[in-house]
């Protein structure tokens, strides 16, 4: 097995980072879909109810996954040259600021919050008796239409991941998800 990335495609470290972040990202999206579709009842509610705890689990596995990528960034599969290659550059670079920025956003009101954040139990932020406003209203205003972007962006990623795939047959997805 191929641990490390190489030129000519991602290894195992990147490709778990990633397929691990798709599927809890599109959890997220599955129980803020059912939620805005039928509003709040029991069925949704578990939906609703692992929202913060997995929003944790991915906050810290993207932070793994940025510093994993910036440290593999000479040995990774690069882009090509031309305009198409600076969009793919500048789209991925879109979804990693999205991926950090959302759960960030909505850690920060945790923490300004009077409730406090226990995920799974383990108190992260205590109770607090005050509100800090400034931090609770920035994702007040931006966690769930950043969210909803992140998912645009998403579809359009999987979107030109059929194009290669199917028009320009360059093995784009091969290097994230096949054996050779
Ligand atoms: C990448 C991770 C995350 C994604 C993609 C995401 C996405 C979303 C989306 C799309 C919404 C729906 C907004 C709407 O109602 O229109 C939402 C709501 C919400 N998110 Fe997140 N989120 C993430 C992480 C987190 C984290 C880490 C927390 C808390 C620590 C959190 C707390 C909330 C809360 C409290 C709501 C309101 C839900 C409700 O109405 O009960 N999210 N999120």
């Known amino acids: 097995?191929?641990?490390?990335?190489?030129?000519?495609?991602?290894?195992?470290?990147?490709?778990?980072?990633?397929?691990?972040?798709a599927v809890l990202i599109l959890w997220q999206f599955l129980g803020m879909g059912l939620k805005l579709i039928f509003g709040r009842n029991d069925f949704v509610g578990f939906f609703v109810g692992t929202h913060q705890p997995v929003g944790f689990v991915i906050f810290w596995l993207v932070v793994f996954r940025v510093l994993w990528a910036l440290a593999s960034r000479k040995r990774r599969p690069d882009h090509g040259t031309g305009m198409l290659a600076k969009a793919a550059a500048a789209g991925h670079g879109l979804l990693y600021a999205l991926m950090i920025a959302?759960?960030?956003?909505?850690?920060l009101r945790a923490w300004g919050g009077t409730r406090g954040f226990a995920?799974?139990?383990?108190?992260v932020f205590a109770p607090r008796e005050v509100e800090i406003a400034w931090a609770t209203s920035l994702a007040g205003l931006l966690h769930g239409e950043l969210g909803w972007v992140l998912a645009v962006l998403i579809?359009?990623?999987?979107?030109?991941?059929?194009?290669?795939?199917?028009?320009?047959?360059?093995?784009?997805?091969r290097k994230m998800a096949g054996r050779r």
Do not use: K
């Open 1 to 21: 097995m191929q641990i490390f990335d190489s030129s000519d495609r991602y290894g195992a470290v990147s490709r778990g980072l990633h397929w691990a972040v």
């Open 102 to 107: 959302i759960p960030t956003l909505a850690l």
């Open 119 to 123: 995920p799974f139990g383990f108190e």
């Open 155 to 173: 579809v359009g990623h999987i979107a030109m991941v059929a194009v290669h795939e199917r028009f320009w047959r360059d093995g784009t997805l």
